[in-house]
């Protein structure tokens, strides 16, 4: 807005929130790992959104097939529904990734399952500020995603989570074996990650921050 030529006083950014604790939705026919007949110690890498380019699910896929040569035990999934899927269906017939990554379609109640996963991964190309972030951090699941929109705001590199460029596939297979091959430091991220969640992006400020703009605003035309 301000490249745009808005003054910068007459911005106000007010981030997503979160309710505290989030909604138990009840989850539907067992567990994704149950689902998909994957024993419980079986490192799962999920990314959540919209199958659309934007979201970049194809680099996803990429970086799943450079993580399993040298991970072998992991499997992928991706969770939504989209325009893409048929495409990433193929691409991921193309580089033999059958059985290993796994498309789950549009889960409603998908807040619930971030504990299933061992890793959350976003390789968006354009993002404003997910909730998804802010859903796996309550539920103490690290975070990879790619350094665009809000992102590197909520995701601190290195401290709250690993942040990676746009499209680099050989970046984000790195992180995503970084995390993996480090539990207790991914853990100790996802920890930091809900602290910020509570702390700066919960509903009650979100609607608080909200209501000082209303305010802000209203005082001035009454001034005026």
């Given at each position: 807005?301000?490249?745009?030529?808005?003054?910068?006083?007459?911005?106000?950014?007010?981030?997503?929130?979160?309710?505290?604790?989030?909604?138990?939705?009840?989850?539907?026919?067992?567990?994704?790992?149950?689902?998909?007949?994957?024993?419980?110690?079986?490192?799962?890498?999920?990314?959540?959104?919209?199958?659309?380019?934007?979201?970049?699910?194809?680099?996803?896929?990429?970086?799943?097939?450079?993580?399993?040569?040298?991970?072998?035990?992991?499997?992928?999934?991706?969770?939504?529904?989209?325009?893409?899927?048929?495409?990433?269906?193929m691409l991921t017939v193309k580089l033999g990734l059958e059985?290993?990554?796994?498309?789950?379609?549009?889960?409603?109640?998908?807040?619930?399952?971030?504990?299933?996963?061992?890793?959350?991964?976003?390789?968006?190309?354009?993002?404003?500020?997910?909730?998804?972030?802010?859903?796996?951090?309550?539920?103490?699941?690290?975070?990879?995603?790619?350094?665009?929109?809000?992102?590197?705001?909520?995701?601190?590199?290195?401290?709250?989570?690993?942040?990676?460029?746009?499209?680099?596939?050989?970046?984000?297979?790195?992180?995503?074996?970084?995390?993996?091959?480090?539990?207790?430091?991914?853990?100790?991220?996802?920890?930091?990650?809900?602290?910020?969640?509570r702390r700066e992006f919960t509903a009650d400020r979100m609607?608080?921050?909200?209501?000082?703009?209303?305010?802000?605003?209203?005082?001035?035309?009454?001034?005026?």
């Amino acid at each position: 807005l301000v490249k745009e030529g808005v003054p910068r006083e007459k911005v106000s950014v007010v981030y997503n929130g979160i309710k505290l604790p989030p909604e138990k939705a009840k989850t539907r026919g067992g567990s994704l790992r149950e689902r998909f007949s994957l024993p419980p110690d079986v490192p799962v890498v999920a990314t959540v959104g919209r199958l659309h380019r934007v979201k970049g699910h194809h680099h996803f896929i990429a970086a799943a097939a450079q993580v399993l040569e040298r991970r072998p035990e992991t499997r992928f999934m991706i969770i939504g529904s989209g325009p893409e899927r048929a495409n990433l269906e193929m691409l991921t017939v193309k580089l033999g990734l059958e059985g290993k990554v796994f498309f789950t379609g549009f889960l409603k109640d998908v807040e619930s399952r971030y504990g299933e996963f061992t890793l959350l991964v976003l390789s968006s190309l354009s993002e404003g500020l997910p909730l998804t972030v802010l859903e796996a951090y309550l539920s103490g699941t690290p975070v990879v995603a790619t350094r665009v929109g809000g992102l590197p705001e909520l995701i601190r590199d290195g401290e709250t989570g690993l942040l990676v460029p746009p499209g680099d596939v050989g970046a984000l297979a790195a992180a995503i074996c970084k995390m993996l091959e480090a539990p207790e430091a991914a853990r100790a991220m996802a920890a930091r990650g809900q602290e910020l969640v509570r702390r700066e992006f919960t509903a009650d400020r979100m609607a608080q921050e909200t209501l000082k703009v209303y305010r802000r605003v209203l005082n001035r035309r009454c001034r005026n």
